[in-house]
């Protein structure tokens, strides 16, 4: 079969330092991109700096005979967003791929939080997201081309005890994916998002047992399909987790109707609201409306 490459093409991986960051990289270089390779070199909680981890994973690929460029501006401000994309459009005149990658965690349980534990949280992850996205898209748009890969988590979609912080972040990041789908559609820009669970330095003590058979090596195949100019998916989630693929998704239930609704009505057909059975999968707000529309017209 034909193997997936990216001859021609410009990517860039935030967080890409170490851990799945730079495997996505790797991946991309030994698969023909020429890769922007960011990552500030903080710690796990976002602290210090280091050039470091980004010129050492970037001079690695350059030695294997990629292209490579480090860079170490921090996508938590917009100024840094724009100089990021900046660093790739400058060498190379385009962007193709955006994988918004860079996290960092300071869990706490919410009745302690501080603002000083959830602000740079939201800052990395979803406002870096914005911050990094944004100057990429104006190119991507003008090129009629992009492919974005959001770095969600199970903490998001399914919540996790301790990360308020980091699970609003990561499911604000399911909202953007599916908005930028929507609004990149007719440029030819698809916009997806990854849930990986592997084990890096962030997640090392989070994983116990499994920790062995989650190496990110085997998350990475997923999100360089993802980017590839041959998926035909936009605005999906995709859970990868030692060799194993699946897709989260939103469904809604067929639910419960009466144009006189009332709480004891809601009440007394509470099962029926929570009942699975024929869920479907709305594809944007146009099909909820299509559902309801289906619904009012048969009373």
Do not use: C
């Not at 021609?8 to 991986?13: E, I, K, L, R, S």
């Not at 995709?238 to 809604?252: E, H, K, N, T």
């Not at 144009?259 to 007394?268: A, F, G, N, W, Y």
Request: aromatic letters at 6%; charged letters at 20%.
């Amino acid at each position: 079969m034909t193997e997936l490459g990216f001859d021609g093409q410009v990517a860039v991986v935030t967080g890409a330092g170490g851990g799945l960051g730079r495997q996505y990289v790797m991946g991309l270089a030994s698969r023909g991109a020429r890769v922007v390779v960011n990552d500030v070199g903080s710690s796990v909680s976002g602290e210090g700096a280091s050039e470091g981890p980004a010129e050492q994973v970037a001079k690695e690929i350059r030695d294997l005979g990629g292209e490579a460029l480090a860079d170490t501006h921090s996508v938590a401000t917009p100024e840094g967003g724009e100089e990021l994309i900046s660093t790739a459009v400058d060498a190379w005149g385009r962007v193709d791929i955006l994988i918004n990658n860079a996290g960092i965690l300071r869990d706490k349980a919410f009745h302690n939080l501080t603002p000083e534990l959830v602000e740079p949280v939201l800052d990395v992850h979803l406002r870096g997201a914005f911050n990094v996205t944004k100057p990429a898209w104006l190119k991507m748009r003008e090129q009629s081309y992009g492919r974005v890969l959001m770095a969600t988590s199970n903490s998001g979609v399914l919540g996790n005890f301790g990360q308020s912080n980091y699970g609003a972040a990561k499911m604000g990041l399911v909202g953007l994916t599916r908005v930028l789908a929507a609004e990149g559609a007719k440029y030819n820009i698809k916009v997806n998002a990854i849930a990986p669970l592997a084990r890096t330095r962030m997640t090392e003590n989070l994983l116990g047992p499994l920790a062995d058979q989650l190496s990110p090596e085997l998350v990475a195949p997923v999100a360089i399909w993802l980017v590839h100019r041959d998926n035909p998916v936009t605005g999906e989630v995709y859970s990868a987790a030692g060799g194993r693929v699946a897709r989260f998704f939103i469904g809604l239930t067929r639910g419960y109707y009466n144009p006189e609704l009332t709480p004891e009505d809601v009440r007394d057909h509470f099962d029926q609201v929570r009942d699975e059975h024929g869920y479907v999968v709305p594809a944007g707000p146009a099909d909820e409306i299509a559902q309801l529309l289906e619904v009012f017209g048969s009373k």
